[in-house]
């Protein structure tokens, strides 16, 4: 049966690791939306071009941009079973995605919220700027994305618990601690 798990939570609570662990593991595939921005920017497509900028500022790309990716991953899987990592991040794309889900059928198995302290975040996105250099993850657009999250992202952690659907997950601790806490809200341990 198709089904789905999504990750929310601010920049640098560890939802990218734990999404792709979690996909390996549940043989889902990962939908991370910043990884195919970051490949759209790294090939000079138009959509990489006119998201690099929008990125380096830390703010949010375009809905309808987003929605348009989200929905061509979608359409591409016969049985869909995927972990969405980073979308969605507006009131609109939640909307958007659950009735993608109602058309298609897909279950949501889930949404993981991973969270920590904001000066813990801060101090892990400065250390992965040392690591992997990502263009934006500097101070300036690290805060730029804080505000955003809180901004536009935040309000779906009331829209998901009113569903019902939300499962809150302490991001600080070890990888492997942060990944039993998952496996255990999803009810998925072996
Ligand atoms: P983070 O580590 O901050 O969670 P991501 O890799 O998920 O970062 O995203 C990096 C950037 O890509 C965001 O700051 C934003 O500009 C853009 N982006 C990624 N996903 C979305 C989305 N669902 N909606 C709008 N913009 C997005």
Request: charged share 30%; aromatic share 4%.
């Amino acid at each position: 049966m198709a089904e789905a798990v999504i990750f929310l939570g601010p920049p640098g609570a560890g939802k990218g690791t734990q999404a792709k662990r979690l996909a390996s593991e549940m043989g889902f595939k990962q939908l991370s939306t910043g990884d195919i921005l970051r490949s759209h920017v790294a090939r000079g497509t138009e959509l990489g071009k006119l998201a690099k900028p929008i990125m380096d500022a830390g703010k949010l790309v375009p809905d309808e941009i987003i929605l348009g990716l989200i929905g061509a991953e979608l359409a591409a899987m016969p049985d869909p079973k995927v972990i969405f990592d980073g979308f969605p991040r507006t009131l609109a794309q939640a909307e958007a995605l659950d009735r993608l889900l109602q058309e298609q059928h897909i279950r949501l198995l889930g949404v993981l919220l991973v969270t920590a302290p904001e000066d813990e975040l801060v101090r892990r996105l400065l250390g992965r700027a040392l690591e992997e250099g990502r263009s934006d993850d500097n101070e300036e657009t690290i805060r730029a994305r804080m505000t955003e999250y809180r901004q536009k992202t935040q309000p779906l952690v009331d829209y998901y618990k009113k569903t019902g659907s939300l499962k809150e997950i302490n991001g600080l601790g070890k990888v492997d601690e942060v990944y039993q806490a998952i496996q255990e809200a999803l009810g998925v341990r072996a």
